[in-house]
């Protein structure tokens, strides 16, 4: 369990509706939907993690309870604030365990937009107030969500090049593709554990340890999902400085004789590295090991430079010709772009590639901040609203419908327009339809956690098997 106290991870604000909710409240029936955004459909990923370490089993306590009207007292400079009974009270009547039930899409289900993803409503009408003081931290779901939503779109874009232009026994290495390298780029340990796992769901490739960790530790990944292989950075090719680069490649070679290795190799001058080190110097080496060589530029702009770098490999390494009518280097020789990929620069170089007559498969990508830091809210608009509620007894539809202004001065109903109701996920004809939970379809939403404890679980297996193109 978390050392966090969740009595102090909400937004400072929600500590004083308890009082401002209209007395007589009972419960309170809130909705998860990514509203739109960049894609057109969102990958449901990460909540388990959440689950698990934030809201699972006694997550209120006399000692954190303490904490929380100290830093609340401060934080507010008066008393009249945050209510302690509030939370005292389900110490009491639930042992410090949350009365909340919480159903979600299964994770990895790939969700068209404007959607409902998850519901969140309270079990016990005097703890009406605690389902949306649960949506700071719920909420932020949205980051594994929309990171694998990245990585799965891109998938496609590779797999749209591969198709085009790639033998078909380079579908095997598909997953491998594009590989994460954010780590040091992410805003936190947690975030890359989040962020890095979430890049699995589609790819195998990756760098970012915690990633893996995250897997394992909450969904139940038996090994290691992401994979990386032996590399170099500037700091292993510059020691011996440029006269020194060519020793350094030899080494390289000598120390991992076989299995893939990647190379870093514009530390002066990329295109004599290829043409007369690797392709000159040190080529037969290359072309007798049992395992490839993957060649890595590391500035410049990415097409320019990829472009005049396959054009060196080939003359010098020679190329096949595969069934689509493409150009294939040796498969000792592959080359990865790690600099100045995104989700919008790749398909300008897969397609530069195509126009060349160079097949998708020779290529392999490291994308780092723009994976697992580029991203936020509201990339997918993702959205946490209220649509139900019972006070007094009588159930009530909740809506929100705000009229704005569009740039010409039209009056116009916003996209932040919330559902109304108790909602259901439904598939009719093969599409995503959410309708009112009173419905006779099956509702796909599944009580994944209800009065302190999680009640279904999903292995990261069953969520990359969901999310599969």
């Not at 990958?43 to 993690?49: A, D, K």
């Not at 295109?271 to 500035?299: H, M, N, Q």
Request: glycine fraction near 8%; aromatic fraction near 10%.
């Amino acid at each position: 369990m978390t050392k966090e106290n969740l009595i102090l991870l909400a937004d400072a604000y929600k500590y004083s509706h308890h009082k401002l909710y209209i007395p007589g409240t009972e419960y309170i029936y809130s909705y998860l939907e990514s509203r739109g955004g960049k894609f057109d459909e969102t990958v449901f990923y990460g909540l388990q993690y959440f689950l698990k370490e934030y809201l699972a089993g006694i997550v209120f306590t006399k000692e954190k309870l303490d904490e929380a009207e100290t830093m609340l007292t401060e934080v507010f400079g008066r008393k009249d604030v945050f209510d302690r009974s509030r939370f005292e009270y389900i110490i009491e009547k639930h042992g410090g365990k949350l009365p909340i039930r919480i159903k979600a899409v299964p994770e990895g289900t790939v969700v068209p937009v404007r959607n409902v993803l998850m519901t969140i409503e309270n079990t016990d009408p005097e703890c009406f107030w605690l389902t949306n003081f649960l949506e700071t931290l719920l909420m932020q779901v949205w980051y594994p969500c929309t990171v694998a939503s990245v990585s799965r779109e891109i998938k496609k874009i590779v797999k749209k090049y591969y198709d085009e232009t790639a033998s078909a026994a380079a579908y095997a290495g598909i997953d491998f593709v594009l590989n994460d390298f954010g780590f040091r780029g992410a805003s936190s340990v947690e975030s890359a554990g989040i962020g890095g796992s979430a890049h699995l769901v589609s790819f195998s490739g990756s760098d970012t340890i915690p990633g893996s960790m995250f897997a394992k530790r909450y969904y139940g990944a038996p090994t290691a999902p992401g994979l990386s292989i032996p590399a170099t950075e500037h700091s292993v090719v510059t020691l011996l400085g440029e006269k020194g680069e060519l020793d350094i490649f030899k080494h390289i070679l000598d120390t991992y004789p076989t299995g893939t290795i990647a190379c870093v190799s514009d530390s002066y001058n990329i295109f004599r590295a290829c043409e007369e080190y690797w392709g000159t110097e040190l080529k037969e080496k290359i072309l007798k090991r049992d395992g490839t060589l993957v060649i890595r530029p590391d500035s410049g702009d990415p097409v320019q430079t990829l472009l005049r770098i396959f054009t060196i490999l080939m003359e010098k390494f020679g190329y096949t010709t595969n069934e689509k009518g493409f150009k294939v280097l040796p498969p000792q020789v592959r080359v990865i772009q790690g600099d100045g990929i995104s989700y919008s620069s790749i398909p300008g170089i897969f397609e530069a590639l195509k126009q060349a007559g160079i097949s998708a498969e020779n290529l392999v990508l490291g994308m780092g901040g723009a994976l697992l830091q580029r991203v936020n809210r509201d990339t997918q608009e993702f959205a946490l609203k209220c649509a139900y509620a019972v006070v007094n007894g009588q159930p009530i539809d909740v809506q929100k419908m705000p009229v704005e202004m569009d740039a010409n001065g039209q009056l116009r109903t916003s996209f932040k327009k919330s559902k109304a109701g108790k909602l259901a996920l439904i598939k009719e004809n093969g599409e995503f339809k959410t309708v009112a939970a009173s419905t006779q379809a099956t509702n796909l939403l599944q009580t994944v956690f209800e009065n302190g404890e999680v009640v279904r679980t999903y292995t990261f297996e069953e969520i990359r098997k969901a999310a599969t193109l």
